[in-house]
C-alpha cells in the first residue's frame, strides 16, 4: 500500500468513526439514539420531526410516514424493505419497534440512504458531473448470462451505445470501458474509470437467475460496517468506492424511478417489476473514485423477460431511462429544494 493510500484509507475510517460518535448530535439536532443487537437505532418519531413529516398513519403490520403530495415512506418491523414514494430500498438492517418509541432505523440506514435519498441537494461531498463513464459488463469469451435468443455481453454492449449516443447528445463527455465485443477484467474497467474527474459511473447488466425472477434492481457499494444484500458478511473496513457512499444512493435512486416510472416507462407502456435499490461490493463498485452504480435492466433467464430485453424497443427505453436518470441526478444535488424519490416537490413555487 502507499502512502497516499495509506492516508486516505486513515481519512475515510475516521470520518466514519466520528459519525459513529456524533450521530447523536447529526444535522444539527440531537437523537434518541438505542443500541438493539449491538446496532444503533433512532426512533422515527425524531426523523419526522426533523424532516417535518406530518402525518403517521398504520398500515398493515407497518406503519406510513407522509407529507402529503411529497414524501411517503412505508415500513415495518423486522424488514429491511422500506418504501420511499412507492421505490423500494433494501436497508442494511432490520426496522426495529420499541413499546416506548415506535418504529426505529438504523443510524446507518438513516446516515446513508434516507438523508441523501430525502435531501440529496445536502450532500456534503457532491461535485459537478461533466463526464458519464459506461461499462458493458462482460464481453469477449465473458459472455455473461444466455439463453436461446441472446447473449448478456451483446445487449450490455447496445444499451450502451444507445445511450453514449443519447448523453453526448446533451454535450457530456462519454467513455465506454470497451466499444467492441472484447474482454476486459474488473479492475481494468476501474482503472480506465478512475482516469478522469467529475464523472459517473454506470455498469450496464442484464440478470440470469430462476425462470420466474424478474425485475429490473440497481446496486450501489455496501458501506463499511454492513454486509452485502445477498450476504450476511459484515466487512468493518472502508473500501475506496464508500467515499460517494451518498452520491451512490442518490444516483441509484434516480436510475430505479426512471427504470419503473419515469417519462420514458410511460411513453414506452412499461411496467417493470421492483426489485429494490440494493447493496453489495462487486468488484467494479469497490475501488472507483466516483458516483457509481450497477444496474441489471431485466432477466434473460424469464421466458417473456428475456424477449422483451432482447427487442430494439425495450433497449430504447433503457437507454432513455438511463439519460433521464443521469439529468434527474444532477438535478437533484444541485436543486435548492429537492426530493429525489419519484415525485417533484410540491410548495408555493413551481417544481423544478
Same mark, same amino acid.
Given at each position: ?14 470520518? &466514519? ?20 443487537n449491538g446496532i444503533r437505532y433512532v426512533p ?8 417535518? &413529516? ?68 445536502? #450532500? ?33 454492449? #447496445? ?42 459511473? #454506470? ?150
Amino acid at each position: 500500500m502507499n502512502t497516499l493510500t495509506h492516508r486516505w484509507l486513515c481519512k475515510l475510517r475516521g470520518m &466514519i468513526c466520528l459519525f459513529i460518535l456524533s450521530i447523536s448530535t447529526a444535522f444539527g439536532i440531537k437523537w434518541d439514539v438505542e443500541t438493539i443487537n449491538g446496532i444503533r437505532y433512532v426512533p422515527m418519531r425524531d426523523v419526522r420531526s426533523f424532516y417535518g &413529516i406530518t402525518r403517521e398513519n398504520n398500515h398493515g403490520r407497518g406503519k406510513v410516514y407522509e407529507i402529503p403530495g411529497e414524501k411517503k415512506i412505508q415500513m415495518q418491523e423486522n424488514s429491511q424493505d422500506v418504501y420511499m414514494n412507492g421505490l423500494k430500498f433494501v436497508f442494511s438492517y432490520p426496522i426495529r419497534s420499541s413499546s416506548t418509541k415506535g418504529l426505529m432505523v438504523s443510524t446507518m440506514d438513516l446516515h446513508k440512504i434516507l438523508n441523501p435519498v430525502l435531501r440529496p441537494s445536502y #450532500i456534503s461531498n457532491k461535485r459537478p458531473v461533466n463526464t458519464i463513464i459506461l461499462d458493458p459488463g462482460h464481453g469477449g469469451h465473458d459472455s455473461g448470462a444466455r439463453n436461446r435468443i441472446s447473449r448478456e455481453a451483446d445487449l450490455n454492449l #447496445i444499451v450502451a451505445k444507445k445511450l453514449a449516443k443519447k448523453l453526448k447528445a446533451l454535450n457530456f463527455n462519454v467513455i465506454l470501458t470497451r466499444d467492441t465485443d472484447q474482454f476486459l477484467t474488473l479492475q481494468e474497467r476501474v482503472d480506465i474509470a478512475n482516469q478522469y474527474k467529475s464523472a459517473l459511473f #454506470i455498469s450496464i447488466h442484464f440478470n440470469s437467475g430462476g425462470r420466474s425472477a424478474r425485475g429490473v434492481e440497481t446496486f450501489t457499494l455496501a458501506p463499511a460496517g454492513t454486509s452485502s444484500t445477498m450476504s450476511h458478511n459484515v466487512r468493518n473496513d472502508a473500501l475506496q468506492g464508500n467515499a460517494q457512499d451518498s452520491m451512490n444512493i442518490a444516483l441509484a435512486t434516480a436510475v430505479q424511478a426512471e427504470l419503473l416510472r419515469g417519462s420514458a416507462a410511460k411513453k414506452a407502456g412499461y411496467q417493470m417489476i421492483d426489485r429494490g435499490i440494493k447493496r453489495a461490493r462487486y468488484s467494479v463498485l469497490c475501488t472507483i473514485k466516483h458516483p457509481a452504480i450497477l444496474v441489471e435492466g431485466g432477466f434473460m433467464s424469464h421466458p417473456q423477460e428475456a424477449v422483451l430485453v432482447a427487442s430494439d424497443k425495450y433497449q430504447n427505453f433503457m437507454a432513455d431511462a438511463l439519460c433521464l436518470a443521469v439529468q434527474r441526478y444532477r438535478r437533484s444535488l444541485n436543486a435548492k429544494t429537492a426530493n429525489n424519490i419519484g415525485q417533484p416537490r410540491r410548495n408555493t413555487q413551481k417544481s423544478r
